[in-house]
């Protein structure tokens, strides 16, 4: 079996250490950016309502800084390739209960780390277009063009009265 040689394309990391939430929370909100475009995941990361969201938009703004002023990537273009988050370590206090006893409170931490990676446009210089065969230039036919049937409202339709 012959194994493909990996593309070099350009990554670029950021890291934020030590956060104040649990890696089970941060890692639901990770999975939702994860793959995506960095626009789309800025989108993403906005409508979320986890506080963790906010955090997590942080580290994506450091990491394309990171790629703009260090690799001179343009940002938009860039996709989220890897985001995980790993335990920290986690804060042990007492809370006081009933009858002289006392309970544990673990504070959970987190380390989020982003990876953002370059597509084509973005890691080389930009390439001519492959020229694309002559059947897929040719529009189709009329055929194919038919228009759909509309479809009918469930709702009764007042009946138009012509005089």
């Not at 860039?78 to 335990?87: I, T």
Request: charged share 30%.
């Amino acid at each position: 079996m012959a194994t493909r040689a990996p593309e070099a394309t350009q990554t670029v990391r950021a890291q934020a250490k030590y956060v104040r939430t649990s890696a089970r929370k941060a890692r639901i909100v990770l999975e939702h950016i994860r793959g995506r475009s960095v626009p789309e995941a800025r989108t993403v990361l906005a409508f979320t309502p986890r506080a963790v969201a906010t955090e997590i938009e942080k580290v994506l703004r450091s990491a394309v800084a990171n790629a703009e002023a260090n690799h001179g990537l343009i940002g938009d273009e860039l996709v989220v390739a890897e985001a995980y988050a790993d335990e920290g370590p986690t804060i042990k206090r007492w809370r006081p209960r009933a009858r002289g006893r006392a309970a544990k409170i673990f504070k959970r931490t987190c380390h989020i780390t982003l990876k953002l990676a370059a597509t084509e446009r973005t890691s080389a210089a930009p390439k001519a277009p492959a020229a694309a065969p002559a059947e897929a230039q040719q529009e189709p036919p009329a055929a194919a063009a038919e228009e759909k049937p509309k479809r009918r409202s469930r709702t009764k339709q007042p009946e138009e009265v012509s005089a």
